[in-house]
């Protein structure tokens, strides 16, 4: 499959610079444009563009659980930790106020504003600047070679006829290969932006078993990869790298609301796309990767506890006689007990929303679905377990769940521009539940929809969507819940 979408590709593309000078227009007339016959510049060729770090059209890594000893345990750390948490504090610098539309300062040259950050005439660097680039830089890394090895890996192992009776096609299949491909040049910059010690790819463990689950998968894993990169963007010292990696975001939200469309989802659900802390995508990413090459080089991120949703709405559900269906679902009905596992879609044909063809309960591809009984609602009680720390995790099992939390008292949910806190009521040994809160962020628009990050906290502190990382030492646990 692989090597003939490489020839079609590479075929389209000399169609396209080595066009004919004329054909013929429907209405039978002979068009004529100049052209010249050229073709792509390759290997030492004058103009020829860089090598990709991975291939990107063959090569999946291999899959399953990590069963070696780990040589090294813990996040990176440096030789010293200034304190346990980072507090608030004024900002001199917010002090500039425009009380009429007007310029307020000298222009720089005609018809540039006064300020801004590397319009000073300064040549620009594309590279990582500080720690806090390297380290999120690396983290994006990791987040695009998954995603270059998944969407590989799906096609691989489900066929064509898995596809059809999914209701989707070849050229689904083809388009999602092309996002595999997209992934190589994704991973390439930030290789490049990174340097010689930037990380290499690694091998992973999956917990889909079909195709609906590898979609739902895919939801899942590019929101938060999208959100990850998103959320220290622009905080990176170097804005150069951050303007790059902006390019390639565009990209990944795209992925991300092809993915829903696959599944039946709304594209869309939301207004503006959420930012999380490092950690947060760290700890959600790094389940799923099994072992890394010997001397990768390791990450700082924390990682937490997971947390579960017991009742996680079924996206595979539509109503049937017993009244069950996304929103009503009440057992576990998750392929696996990492947080961002997808949906059981093993439930019986006739609970199924898959093939049903009436309008508002059908869940079947589509450029868009609107669910008359809406996969969550607010007011809904969620019902959670959540993890000790102390659970080795991600490659190589080599670095550790941990948390400085208190005991839990809240559920923080992120979700496009809102952070809003429920309370929590315990009511067992690392279990309770909450309610779906019904905020809005403006009105007419839900807060919580989509795919929402949720994390017990110890308290209420108030963090905004610019230093949402504050809010770190005062999480408990962290999990992923599918609101819409």
């Known amino acids: ?60 890594t291999t899959h399953g659980p990590y069963s070696g000893t780990p040589t090294t345990t813990g996040a990176e750390q440096a030789t010293a930790t200034l304190a346990t948490e980072i507090l608030p504090k004024p900002n001199p610098t917010a002090t500039y106020y425009n009380t009429n539309g007007k310029l307020t300062q000298p222009q720089p040259m005609p018809y540039m504003p006064a300020g801004g950050v ?15 680039d390297y380290e999120s830089i690396a983290l994006g890394l990791h987040q695009e070679y998954i995603e270059l090895d998944l969407f590989h890996y799906g096609l691989e192992i489900f066929s064509e006829q898995d596809f ?11 388009l999602i290969q092309y996002m595999a491909i997209q992934e190589a040049g994704h991973a390439t910059l930030l290789t490049n932006m990174l340097g010689e010690t930037a990380p290499k790819q690694c091998t992973y463990d999956y917990p889909f078993t079909t195709v609906r689950e590898f979609l739902d998968f895919n939801v899942k894993l590019t929101r938060w990869g999208e959100s990850g990169n998103w959320g220290f963007i622009s905080h990176l010292d170097s804005k150069e790298v951050a303007t790059l990696l902006v390019q390639a975001e565009a990209i990944e939200a795209r992925q991300q609301a ?39 080089t390791r990450l700082v991120w924390q990682n937490f506890p997971n947390l579960n949703v017991v009742n996680q709405p079924n996206v595979n559900r539509y109503v049937n006689t017993s009244l069950i269906n996304a929103n009503t679902t009440e057992k576990w009905e998750i392929v ?47 019902n959670l377990t959540w993890d000790e720390p ?24 992120v979700s496009q521009l809102n952070l809003t806190y429920t309370e929590l009521t315990v009511t067992g040994s690392n279990c309770g539940f909450t309610y779906q809160p019904a905020t809005e962020v403006f009105e007419t628009d839900p807060a919580v929809n989509g795919t929402v990050f949720i994390a017990l906290t110890d308290s209420d502190i108030y963090v905004t969507p610019f230093n949402l990382t504050m809010i770190n030492p005062h999480v408990r646990a962290l999990g992923l819940y599918q609101s819409g």
């Open 1 to 60: 499959m692989a090597p003939a979408i490489e020839l079609l590709l590479l075929a389209l593309v000399s169609q396209a610079l080595a066009a004919p000078a004329s054909w013929s227009s429907s209405l039978g007339a002979v068009v004529t444009i100049p052209a010249i016959e050229t073709h792509v510049p390759r290997g030492t060729e004058p103009g020829a563009a860089p090598t990709l770090v991975n291939s990107a059209t063959t090569g999946i």
């Open 118 to 132: 590397g319009t000073n005439g300064t040549l620009p660097v594309y590279m990582v600047q500080s720690d806090f």
């Open 164 to 174: 059809l009776d999914a209701g989707l096609t070849v050229e689904d299949r083809n």
């Open 258 to 296: 092809i993915f829903r469309q696959l599944l039946g989802l709304h594209p869309m659900p939301i207004w503006f796309a959420p930012g999380i802390p490092q950690s947060w995508h760290w700890t959600l990413l790094s389940q799923y990767i099994s072992s890394c090459p010997k001397n990768n």
């Open 336 to 382: 696996g007990d990492r947080t961002g596992d997808p949906s059981d879609s093993r439930i019986p044909e006739d609970e199924s929303c898959v093939h049903q063809n009436t309008t508002g309960y059908n869940c079947g591809p589509a450029i868009s679905r609107d669910r008359y009984n809406p996969v969550s609602f607010p007011g809904r009680q969620v």
């Open 390 to 413: 102390g659970k080795a995790v991600g490659p190589n099992n080599s670095y550790v769940t941990s948390t400085t939390a208190g005991e839990p008292a809240f559920v923080a949910w």
